[in-house]
């Protein structure tokens, strides 16, 4: 019987009509195995709930945290990176693997769950992060994430420190990967938002040669809520993401959701 490598993202478990595509993840094999890319839910309770949930289902269950992972209120007990740090923590006492622990291998490739966030490097040429953000500003066009996930850490030096730790677990790899992430590793799938500043708050220029270095045979992302295969630099990225209802209802007749990514038997 053939095992799957199943792939979804963007759940937004808080939405009452999601809950019914939720519903429907369960695998034809009980060997079969769910990646989660992000944004599950803002509140961690019902991130843990949902991912228990799933993991009851199939035999392993891999997350990485989106940015509504890490929306955090002034009087919440964890924000910033102790949010994130507590999600690993209770994640991991529920056996879903996480970005901080050993790399699964399904097959003969190893599954990478990173965590990487966005350092504003998707902007424009010629100005500076500051002019970036002010010009979205201007225009009316901000993410969630500056009230909710700024105002409680650096996100330009969390990003680089997630960099660095994941470039260093990645250079000890052998062998061909699937590399899974929120944000897109590549600027490209962000050209075809409909407002270009949105790109700011979508990843970051450096990991843009990762997919090749560390031998991706396929990417897997979500974030921008706009499903699709795109083929760069010859490596397949795709985004995943269900989304909100007006989202998914357009998509159904798009890319098969849960996404199969990998085959064994």
């Not at 993202?9 to 079969?32: C, F, G, Q, W």
């Not at 994640?91 to 190893?110: A, M, N, S």
């Not at 974030?223 to 010859?234: A, I, K, R």
Request: glycine fraction near 6%.
């Amino acid at each position: 019987m053939t095992t799957t490598l199943w792939a979804v993202s963007d759940l937004h478990a808080a939405v009452k009509s999601n809950h019914e595509r939720i519903d429907t993840l369960v695998p034809p094999n009980p060997d079969d195995w769910l990646i989660v890319a992000g944004d599950v839910a803002e509140r961690s309770e019902m991130v843990v709930r949902v991912l228990w949930e799933l993991s009851r289902r199939y035999a392993k269950v891999i997350w990485v945290p989106g940015n509504h992972e890490l929306f955090s209120r002034s009087a919440d007990r964890f924000r910033g990176r102790n949010k994130y740090e507590e999600l690993v923590r209770e994640l991991r006492q529920i056996g879903v693997v996480t970005p901080e622990d050993d790399y699964p291998v399904f097959g003969d490739v190893t599954v990478v769950p990173l965590f990487t966030l966005y350092d504003y490097s998707f902007r424009g040429p010629g100005m500076s992060v500051e002019e970036a953000v002010e010009s979205a500003k201007e225009k009316q066009i901000m993410m969630t994430d500056e009230v909710a996930i700024a105002p409680f850490v650096d996100i330009r030096a969390w990003c680089w420190d997630r960099l660095t730790y994941s470039i260093k677990r990645l250079s000890k790899i052998d062998g061909p990967t699937v590399l899974v992430n929120h944000w897109p590793l590549v600027q490209e799938p962000t050209l075809g938002l409909r407002w270009a500043e949105i790109a700011l708050w979508c990843g970051t220029r450096h990991t843009r040669g990762w997919a090749k270095r560390y031998n991706a045979k396929k990417v897997i992302y979500g974030h921008l809520h706009m499903p699709s295969e795109m083929l760069v630099d010859d490596v397949v990225h795709v985004e995943v993401s269900l989304g909100y209802p007006k989202e998914w209802t357009r998509h159904e007749h798009g890319l098969p959701w849960p996404y199969p990514v990998l085959e064994v038997k």
